[in-house]
């Protein structure tokens, strides 16, 4: 989530761990292809015996990782690239300028020093006395060089302009540039089971959370019977701090099937329900939007659910009935 919002504003469609871009395959070729979810079909199953072939066939099928480039995070290296133009040509502009002005100081310590110069010899050829027409050559030297030096002093001024404009014209560019803003994450913790929200812990470092800070809100959140943990595979997720918490949690991590984020179809509806509520509210920080999510983990949870077994029923009803079986 962005870190300031003003109500009515499109949210960004960004979710999970990765903000990959899933690309459907076509119909006929999923037909025809086997995928560790069909374990899921026959309804009779046992879930636990289920959700444990569905975890020996995705291990099985499991392949190393390759790099997908979004289509929001090929917006993003084209907006990251053009800004470094830029600063690159305004850092490349100020290098000139920094030449340039060296290069004319010591120009204006040589005309000093000429200057100086010919002010003694005056001194020195009218003590010693000189001819007329020797004073007119020298005269007629002065004044050429005098004019050398306006034309460049005229020069210099030219320079600047063209350097200002040249400036202006990169700092107008980078302006109209859209603004990257702070970014706040949000941690999605949803039960299968009963659709309860566990808790939406904010991470206000953005891009930057570490799987060490993902594992420390989770160990506070989860609850002590869970026996599955369904996530995708993002790198937060199946980093080795992530395995060691499901060994002293005693979870097992079900990673969902890659291209396929209907596996995890429960958390994926979560959030475009965050993301629809949020819509319309506005915040400026992490504290005004910690308060908003607080109020929306209550409105979800206490009320009606279509999704549930028992229609009609909210989250924390469910819930309460599935304790007093």
């Known amino acids: 989530?962005?870190?300031?919002?003003?109500?009515?504003?499109?949210?960004?469609?960004?979710?999970?761990?990765?903000?990959?871009?899933?690309?459907g395959?076509?119909?006929?070729?999923?037909?025809?292809?086997?995928?560790p979810g069909r374990v899921f079909e026959d309804e009779s199953r046992d879930y636990t015996e289920a959700m444990l072939d569905f975890v020996a066939a995705s291990q099985a099928k499991s392949e190393p990782a390759t790099a997908e480039i979004t289509a929001e995070s090929s917006e993003k290296a084209s907006l990251k690239a053009q800004k470094q133009a830029l600063r690159q040509g305004e850092e490349e502009l100020r290098a000139k300028r920094r030449v340039a002005r060296q290069r004319r100081k010591q120009e204006d310590a040589a005309w000093k020093e000429m200057k100086a110069e010919e002010k003694q010899e005056t001194e020195a050829q009218a003590q010693a006395g000189q001819s007329a027409a020797e004073r007119q050559v020298q005269d007629e030297h002065r004044r050429a060089l005098r004019q050398q030096r306006q034309e460049t002093v005229a020069c210099r001024a030219q320079e600047d302009a063209e350097w200002r404009q040249k400036r202006n014209r990169i700092r107008e560019r980078l302006s109209q540039l859209p603004i990257v803003t702070a970014w706040i994450a949000i941690l999605v913790i949803t039960d299968n089971c009963t659709r309860q929200c566990l808790g939406l812990p904010l991470f206000v470092v953005g891009s930057k959370v570490t799987a060490e800070m993902v594992a420390n809100a989770l160990q506070v959140l989860l609850p002590p019977e869970l026996q599955f943990l369904i996530s995708d595979r993002g790198i937060h997720f199946t980093a080795k701090v992530f395995k060691e918490l499901a060994r002293s949690e005693e979870f097992i991590h079900v990673l969902i099937a890659r291209h396929r984020p209907q596996s995890n179809g429960i958390a994926e509806r979560f959030v475009r329900t965050l993301k629809e509520w949020l819509r319309d509210k506005t915040w400026a920080g992490d504290e005004e939007l910690a308060a908003l999510i607080e109020q929306f983990?209550?409105?979800?949870?206490?009320?009606?659910?279509?999704g549930l077994p028992l229609p009609g029923l909210s989250p924390t009803e469910f819930a309460n009935r599935l304790w007093l079986m």
């Open 1 to 23: 989530m962005p870190a300031t919002h003003e109500a009515q504003q499109k949210l960004p469609a960004v979710s999970g761990s990765s903000g990959r871009l899933v690309v």
């Open 25 to 35: 395959q076509p119909q006929e070729e999923q037909k025809e292809k086997a995928w």
């Open 297 to 306: 983990i209550a409105e979800y949870n206490d009320r009606p659910h279509q």
